[in-house]
């Protein structure tokens, strides 16, 4: 299945149930979460159910056109198509507060302190 969504120009994939074979998932680049593992697979009739449909996974809901980061290290993010724009012009300024948050702790200042006068 990974390979085949590879083939299909899938950059990543969050799934809403189990996934086996890890190991080689892993190694096949394509970045894919899962609620859970599981040891049973797929099988040759395995057909695709709907395209382009709001889905919701542990209560997030995902719609054709949203924007989906996967980040082996971090986890998924979600951001609806009509924030994107906004999001993108807020996401300079949480990155530089952070990096003064950084800094004031590296100063000697409480996490507390620097996100109160830092994050506000």
Known sequence: MAQRMKVRGVAGCVVGGRA??????RSSEL???????????????????????PVSI?????????????????????IPRGLLDGTLSL????????????EAVID?????EAFKKFRG
Request: hydrophobic share 45%; aromatic share 4%.
């Open 20 to 25: 086996r074979d890890l190991a080689e998932l």
């Open 31 to 53: 970045p894919i979460f899962a609620k859970g593992r599981s040891t049973v697979g797929t099988n040759a009739e395995s057909v695709v159910y709907a395209r382009n449909i």
């Open 91 to 102: 996401m300079p300024k949480l990155v530089s507060a952070d990096d003064k948050v950084k």
């Open 58 to 78: 542990t209560g997030v809901e995902v719609s054709a056109g949203d924007i989906v980061f996967l980040d082996p290290e971090e986890g998924v993010v979600v």
């Open 108 to 112: 000697g200042m409480t996490v507390a």
